[in-house]
């Protein structure tokens, strides 16, 4: 089986790529350079407005709001990697295995599987918070956790799908290894899919960080988080709705972003499309 | 399946005894008050907190005194008391006319049975407060006489707060769920994570309230808080947590706003168990280090007054030690250079509440700038705040609201969280409890002091009372000094 | 396909009983002793022992859990340890606002999605189809809460149309309900609402493209009456199974909206819970929100077997 190359450009993929791009040279960025300290706390530059010297303005400590978007956009893409390499990394084998062994194992797998599948994202983090402390770090191994299941659906499905081909059960037929038929058949071609759902879940997860943020369950101050700016925007909102608005538009940005490059992969990868259309 | 239909039945009627809570505007002689922290039961006397207090003290329940706005003992349910010469034994005559909400009335036997239940049957820290009492005579139906095993200006004081509560043998029942007091108003309804409703109660001694309603709603969270009075949902907020929003009151003709004192001292407390911080240079070096002015400007929008010790305003020992270790990076960098410690990295452990979250943003920007590392750690408050801060003592710093009226003693008690433990301070402090009340003044403004030299904790600011009502009420405390929210002092405008 | 549902309704069981031991599992390691904070800042030892022992938690964790599940069997969750009022009775309380808020929410989604997904599908080569499209997706890139701020500040603030929070029970009030509920529902509604209409698309565009519906249309039906015709069961498939999921996102979702309205539901029951560590209040509400995210499972998959055509004929 090959993947099916769809279309040479959707407007989706470029959009997302253009979108998600925009986070990650931010984000890049603030390592080299960013216009204040975004932690530096400035009674004198209480409350400015946006303006030359700081682009959107300052927030009720002084802070550059800038800048802080700048340095959020890392803490935006370090919970999504943590999360979604979480995910992938034990869901994607997970369901290959699931897959590939004894009907009866790979059934026991999914049931495994679809039960955790029944403690939502937020509320798995909002224990392990409790559990463990809460931190971006431990938020989002818990959203990690939870978005496991997806992957290893679609992991099993892809796989299920290459192991019926003919070359494959020619390569079993010729006595190849089940490791070796996994790791050089059946992983290259359910690549395209792992990273459709990475892009989803890569959203999914900077959303719960943000909700995190905001219930006080997510990342730990001063760092600068988006969700943590909105949360901290709250009682400013009707005087200085800047503060809520900058952040706000910056997740959306970054969820819009992964969720039309995922779109955008998808109409490449999904094999199912090319049958439908 | 009796039991799944009980439920499904239970279920269908969805939350009907959660929370009814916004038909009060409709009442005139009702009133809707919002707070931040909700009590878990009415148990004072077994369960630890301010929100129990704050709702049912002066409120539902009645001491012998009452504290005012001004810091001064003034009679509630004594008339008036007769201290002996050697300041050891104390002669209150009892109201009359007052009884209990349950019909019971309130005589001397009730005075002697609720001191003596502190001692007995309370089980939270508050109750050593009782322990200097030694004995409690009924001399007659409205007199009885309490005898101390030593002179304490303190006890009196003291006896305005949740221990001087007078309670009725046969009230003490069921005390988490059904609260028996003297006071104007009686509990009438209560909906778990919403409010409870208090009925002006019609057997009360004193005068009627002003209102025969009220209505206490809890909000968790400061802007929801607000935006419930904005939204004319509620008639007054009795604290507003986030002070960058009072404008929004100030500029809106519909709201009457106060800005007063609480004795809450936010304290940057630190841990004097263990190195550095048992260091009283590297102390002052982290005192000198912070601007509180800017804290309190960025942290609290400026609202609330800097302190230079565990004083507010409204106690009599108060002087104005704001110079003491004030503001000076130069000669912090210079005693961390001295004591050793230019590489200092300290973890911040706080509550996770409003004030500490944003205090402990401007702690960290400052010390970084006198090169101390800081790393903020929030924890849940109460439960893990209480356990590995308080109790176990795992912190370098901390910074925490410390609410109780006079609780500078704590400064007394070497097996407090801060480790602070200095034989002068005890001795200090010893005596102007024992002492005359001028000695007491005197004694309690060297602690003070000493505090504030050796830099047992960095007093950040003292929390503003911040209150903002409809137009239509009036007598809004300009203070908050007590343990209770008052309700008997509010008014309807105008009358 | 009775064995199909049978098979079902005895995963349901038994992950049930899994799930219930993994809560209890997860919340016997979270730190803070609960006796100490039932008693304060000043607890003795002697005193902290004893209510250790009435709370029962110096025993062993397997005797702990099989009593603990035994009465949740019976409606009897335990004893709160903040409290110390049972936690059964609450939990019902809440678990019906929050049920509410989650059905009006669900139907918020419904109204936008069904109109919204149906219109894009049949326009999804012009235009005004692309806008709508467009639109769902910026719905799905806006976190709930930060819709529920917005509207608050709007609605209740600076127009003081609705409530900005609190809840008033049906037969208290239906008016004061429904104003109040009206805020919390959107919020929770217009994000589900904008994801719920890229599932109704996109499953409406596969069925236009069946046979059926062509010869319909082919026989001079609009497009809109051929749907409601022939199609719309067809189309209900993977709209019903996303539904379902979405049943569980709404029900977390809440806890988020719940804070923000100050609605007193399981959500902000929990996250006090939490902050209290109020052990067994937090397993039985974790419990009880894990057992309702199976059991819309369970019902989805039974209704999956029934709807689809393809599974009835198999069986």
């Known amino acids: ?277 | 399946m009796k039991r799944i239909s009980l439920f499904l039945a239970a279920l269908l009627v969805a939350g009907c005894s959660a929370g009814s809570t916004a038909s009060a505007p409709r009442d005139p002689n009702a009133i809707t008050i919002g707070f931040s922290a909700e009590p878990a039961n009415f148990d004072f006397t077994r369960t630890d907190g301010t929100a129990i207090p704050q709702a049912l003290l002066y409120n539902v329940y009645e001491g012998l005194v009452k504290l005012d706005e001004n810091g001064q003992v003034k009679p509630l349910l004594a008339e008036s008391w007769r201290v002996s010469p050697d300041r050891l034994s104390y002669e209150f005559s009892l109201r009359a006319n007052a009884s209990f909400s349950n019909g019971s009335p309130f005589t001397a036997d009730n005075v002697k049975f609720s001191i003596e239940r502190v001692k007995t049957t309370w089980g939270i820290s508050q109750k050593s407060k009782m322990d200097v009492v030694s004995r409690v005579e009924v001399l007659a139906p409205t007199k009885v006489r309490v005898t101390l095993s030593r002179p304490s200006n303190n006890w009196l004081f003291d006896m305005t707060t949740r221990v001087g509560a007078m309670f009725s043998p046969d009230g003490v029942a069921d005390l988490p769920n059904n609260p028996v007091g003297t006071g104007p108003y009686d509990v009438a309804a209560r909906n778990r994570g919403s409010s409870i409703t208090l009925k002006a109660n019609p057997r009360y001694w004193g005068p009627k309230p002003a209102y025969e309603t009220v209505y206490l709603r809890y909000f968790k969270d400061s802007t929801a808080l607000n935006n419930a009075l904005l939204s004319n949902g509620i008639d007054v907020v009795s604290a507003v947590a986030a002070p960058d929003s009072m404008p929004q009151f100030e500029n809106d003709t519909r709201f009457n706003v106060t800005q007063g004192i609480t004795n809450g001292e936010v304290v940057l407390s630190f841990n004097g168990r263990k190195a550095p911080l048992n260091d009283v240079r590297v102390r002052r070096a982290l005192t000198q280090g912070i601007d509180r002015r800017v804290l309190l400007d960025t942290a609290w929008a400026g609202r609330g007054e800097l302190i230079g010790s565990m004083v507010p305003r409204t106690d009599p020992w108060y002087t104005d030690l704001t110079g003491v270790n004030a503001y000076n990076p130069e000669n912090a960098k210079k005693l961390l250079a001295e004591a050793g410690q230019q590489n200092l990295n300290l973890r911040l452990r706080i509550p996770n509440l409003p004030y500490a979250v944003t205090s402990a943003q401007v702690v960290k920007s400052e010390l970084n700038k006198i090169g101390v590392g800081v790393s903020i750690e929030p924890l849940d408050f109460p439960a893990v705040w209480l356990k590995s801060v308080f109790t176990e003592h795992d912190f370098d710093m901390s910074i925490i609201q410390h609410v109780e009226p006079r609780d500078i003693t704590t400064f007394g008690n070497t097996k407090y969280y801060w480790g602070y433990d200095s034989p002068k301070v005890r001795r200090l402090l010893a005596e102007g409890d024992r002492g005359s009340p001028e000695q007491q003044v005197t004694a309690m403004r060297e602690v003070a002091a000493t505090l504030a030299d050796d830099a047992a904790a960095c007093w950040l600011f003292l929390f503003p009372n911040l209150i903002a009502a409809k137009k239509k009420v009036g007598g809004l405390p300009l203070n908050q000094i007590s343990e209770a929210f008052d309700l008997t002092i509010l008014r309807r405008a105008g009358s | 396909m009775t064995v199909q549902i049978l098979r079902r309704a005895l995963i349901f069981v038994v992950s049930a009983l899994v799930a219930s031991v993994a809560v209890f599992g997860l919340l016997a390691v979270l730190p803070g002793d609960p006796a100490q904070v039932a008693l304060g800042v000043s607890a003795t030892p002697e005193l902290l022992a004893k209510t250790r022992q009435e709370f029962g938690i110096d025993r062993p964790l397997a005797t702990q859990y099989f009593e603990w599940i035994g009465g949740v069997f019976s409606g009897d969750f335990g004893n709160s340890y903040v409290t110390r009022e049972p936690i059964g009775p609450q939990l019902v309380d809440r678990l019906g606002v929050t049920m509410w808020l989650v059905g009006a929410g669900m139907l918020v989604a419904l109204l936008i999605a069904l109109p919204a997904g149906v219109f894009a599908a049949v326009r999804h080569r012009r235009a005004s189809g692309s806008v709508i499209s467009g639109l769902s997706q910026l719905g799905v890139a806006v976190p709930g809460f930060v819709a529920a701020i917005i509207l608050v500040q709007v609605f209740a603030v600076q127009l003081r149309w609705l409530p900005a929070g609190g809840w008033t029970p049906p037969i208290v009030d239906p008016l004061d309900f429904l104003s109040g509920l009206l805020l919390p529902a959107l919020s929770l509604g217009l994000v589900q609402g904008a994801v719920l209409t890229r599932y109704v698309r996109s499953s409406v565009i596969d069925v236009l493209r069946e046979d059926y519906l062509r010869t319909a249309r082919a026989k001079g039906l609009t497009p809109y009456r051929a749907l409601l015709r022939h199609g719309l069961r067809n189309a209900s498939v993977p709209v019903v199974t996303v539904l379902g999921l979405q049943l569980a996102t709404l029900l977390i979702g809440a806890v988020v909206i719940e804070r923000v309205f100050v609605i007193p539901g399981l959500g902000s029951m929990l996250l006090d819970a939490v902050s209290n560590r109020d052990l067994l209040t937090v397993q039985g509400i974790v419990l009880v929100l894990v057992l309702a995210v199976l059991l819309v499972n369970f019902v989805v998959d039974v209704l999956y077997t029934v709807l689809n055509p393809r599974l009835r004929q198999a069986s």
């Open chain 1, 1 to 277: 089986m090959t993947l099916a190359v769809r279309r040479s450009s959707s407007p989706s993929l470029w959009v997302g790529l253009g979108l998600v791009g925009l986070v990650v040279v931010t984000a890049l960025a603030s390592f080299l350079w960013t216009p204040h300290d975004p932690t530096l706390v400035d009674a004198a530059q209480r409350l400015r407005g946006p303006g030359t010297d700081y682009v959107f303005g300052t927030d009720k400590f002084g802070r550059d709001l800038f800048s802080q978007v700048m340095v959020g956009a890392r803490t935006t893409l370090f919970v999504g990697v943590v999360a979604v390499g979480v995910a992938a990394l034990i869901g994607t084998p997970l369901g290959v295995f699931a897959a590939m062994a004894p009907k009866w194992l790979g059934e026991f797998v999914m049931r495994v599987n679809d039960l955790v599948l029944a403690f939502p994202a937020l509320l798995l983090a909002i224990v392990f918070g409790a559990v463990f402390g809460a931190d971006t770090l431990t938020a989002m191994i818990a959203i990690g956790i939870a978005s496991v299941p997806s992957f290893a659906r679609i992991a099993r499905s892809g796989a299920l799908g290459v192991m019926s081909t003919e070359y494959v059960l020619a390569a079993r037929s010729a006595g190849r290894s089940r490791t070796a038929i996994a790791v050089r058949h059946v992983l290259p071609n359910i690549a395209g899919l792992v990273i459709v759902q990475s892009s989803v879940s890569f959203a999914i997860a900077v959303l719960s960080e943000a909700a995190l943020s905001f219930l006080g369950f997510g990342t730990r101050p001063p760092t600068p988080s988006w969700g943590r700016m909105l949360q901290e925007s709250q009682e400013l909102l009707a005087v200085e709705p800047r503060l809520a608005l900058v952040p706000g538009v910056a997740i959306a940005i970054a969820v819009l972003g992964f969720n039309l490059l995922g779109d955008g992969l998808r109409d490449r990868y999904d094999p199912r499309l090319e049958v439908r259309r």
